[in-house]
């Protein structure tokens, strides 16, 4: 008759893969259990290496992220969910003040990748090759690295003292940056000579008009190009706020046409620069692809908002004001997007004053910039584009790939994007093959023992007055103090991973010996044995009794021979 043993086992969470109702954790796969319950044991050190172990922007995901983590995470089931995004920002925090930076990576594979754009998806794509032992250039047009992060994300929400700290982690690994180097289409042939893999990470940036009359009239701006010109500016690189404000001159005025990111950043930005903004869009709040977070935020700044409004035309007054028409709308069936479509209500407009109209309306692939009809088709490029060497070295990564979508500018989607194209590369340089996910089965809230837990509340994130908002890019959120960080990732489950709570020990009936050794990250890190001439069949009651489902019960058969043979005295 076979033989079932207990082992421990340890599974990913919900939280970085998906829950039992497919909504996706953190596209960048951080181990949000581990450094939770390194934060919990005040080993801030450990809580910052393990998020760089698979997200070298942390500090910026810690303040602009979309945290589809917590909406997938194990509490929100119980009560609310742990505040992941706000503990990650301390972690990352912690390296930043004491400027930690890693050791040089050398080349160990003769292997030479270019990168083309720095963004957030490029500068992963490095990071991780970087780490596989390739030397790898990256090939930024502008000043500075960064992408849409750098130019497109506010300081209120992004400082450039954190970016730019960021940013030399990544070359600090190895990684070159050379600033200032476009690349055209006419250069591919080149670095596909010069190099073994070249990668094309130039993002979604292509704005687009509005297609209805008068769209191009003096005082329409685009929205990543107004970010971009205030982000990259010399007055705020000195402070000068109040100069920036005049020099732009947005007006007393500001209609945004959108319903994303991008639209609140331009809004609120608006704002800062001493206008009224008002937020127009074709749907409803719920329909927004900005958090809904954002909405309460922009609120709370006096952005106004006016939902289900069809752009029509523009006009220009005769003092050099600008008139636009609006339709108002209803929603109708889902479009391709699986959001309910705006359909205009027939006879029903209205006209509203700005002195500025900004639209952020979404951006497209630069795909075409660089590879003329080229189609992405996952991180290749479909079809021939005149050159085997260029066809058969050639990778995309990030925004890039994707053309116009709803998650466009998603910075964790980017990075997410940038560890797989990064492992597709390595395979196309090496031949080997590497996973960064696993292949276990997920530690769900149905496998939890939720009666060893109790139920609190989450923190309560401070902001800064509204006064020290106006002409005025600093930070908005405050940090949660250490004390606060260390309670807050106390809620966490730690789903899935072994915390040393002795439950099994306790329940083991003689039959587990406890290692005295201090906790540690790795997946298959154990910290207790089992004593073989003692396990009978209640030592399996210390699996059930486990809190976190990081315990099973295996064959004693090939497949779990070594981890047996591991784990057993």
């Not at 609120?268 to 206008?275: D, K, M, T």
């Not at 409004?309 to 108002?328: A, C, H, W, Y």
């Not at 730690?494 to 099994?504: M, P, R």
Request: charged share 25%; net charge negative.
């Amino acid at each position: 008759m076979k033989k079932y043993l207990p082992i421990y086992h340890a599974k990913p969470s919900p939280c970085y893969t998906s829950d039992h109702l497919k909504n996706p954790g953190c596209p960048a796969r951080n181990d949000i259990p581990r450094f939770l319950f390194a934060m919990s044991n005040d080993d801030f050190e450990t809580a910052f290496h393990v998020l760089k172990k698979t997200n070298p922007f942390s500090g910026g995901c810690g303040r602009f992220c979309d945290h589809p983590c917590e909406t997938s995470c194990n509490r929100e089931k119980f009560d609310t969910p742990v505040d992941i995004m706000a503990l990650e920002r301390v972690a990352a925090d912690f390296g930043f003040d004491r400027g930690i930076l890693p050791e040089t990576i050398p080349d160990t594979t003769g292997k030479r990748v270019a990168v083309v754009g720095a963004g957030a998806a490029g500068l992963t794509s490095a990071f991780f090759l970087k780490r596989l032992g390739h030397s790898v250039t990256v090939f930024e047009a502008e000043r500075k690295a960064g992408g849409l992060m750098r130019f497109g994300i506010p300081r209120y929400r992004y400082p450039d003292d954190i970016a730019s700290y960021e940013i030399e982690y990544i070359s600090r690994s190895g990684v070159r940056i050379e600033l200032s180097s476009r690349i055209t289409d006419s250069d591919l042939p080149r670095l596909a000579s010069d190099f073994d893999a070249l990668i094309i990470a130039t993002g979604a940036l292509k704005e687009r008009n509005m297609g209805i009359p008068g769209d191009d009239l003096p005082g329409i701006w685009k929205g990543v190009s107004f970010l971009k010109e205030i982000n990259l500016s010399s007055e705020m690189e000195s402070g000068k706020i109040e100069e920036l404000s005049g020099r732009i001159d947005t007006g007393r005025r500001v209609a945004v046409i959108g319903g994303g990111y991008t639209a609140f950043d331009v809004a609120r930005s608006a704002v800062r620069l001493g206008s009224e903004a008002t937020v127009y869009y074709r749907r409803t709040p719920s329909q927004m692809t900005a958090h809904p977070g954002e909405i309460e935020e922009a609120g709370s700044e006096g952005i106004g908002f006016v939902f289900l409004s069809i752009p029509v035309s523009v006009e220009k007054n005769g003092d050099g004001s600008l008139r636009m028409t609006f339709q108002r709308a209803k929603l109708g069936p889902p479009d391709e997007s699986g959001r309910e479509r705006p359909v205009p209500l027939e006879g029903q407009y209205f006209a509203v004053e700005a002195d500025r109209i900004i639209t952020a309306i979404g951006e497209s692939s630069t795909l075409g910039d660089l590879v003329p009809g080229g189609k992405p088709e996952g991180n290749r490029v479909a079809g021939d584009p005149g050159n085997p060497t260029l066809t058969e070295r050639l990778f995309l990564s990030g925004d890039v790939r994707s053309g116009f979508a709803s998650n466009i500018g998603m910075i964790v989607e980017a990075i997410g994007s940038g560890q797989d194209t990064a492992i597709d590369v390595h395979r196309f340089l090496t031949g080997q093959q590497l996973s960064i996910g696993s292949d276990r089965e997920i530690a769900y809230y149905s496998t939890m023992k939720v009666r060893y837990f109790e139920e609190l509340s989450r923190a309560r994130l401070t902001r800064i007055p509204l006064v020290d908002r106006h002409l005025n890019f600093r930070e908005t959120t405050l940090p949660l103090s250490r004390e606060v960080a260390v309670e807050m990732a106390k809620r966490c489950f730690f789903c899935g991973i072994c915390t040393q709570c002795d439950w099994c020990y306790d329940y083991g009936r003689g039959a587990i010996a406890k290692l005295m050794v201090p906790w540690n990250p790795h997946e298959d890190a154990h910290f207790f044995k089992f004593i073989r001439e003692l396990v009978t069949d209640k030592t399996k009651e210390a699996v059930w009794a486990c809190p976190r489902n990081t315990m099973d019960v295996v064959p004693e058969e090939e497949r779990w021979e070594a981890i047996i043979e591991d784990q057993y005295i």
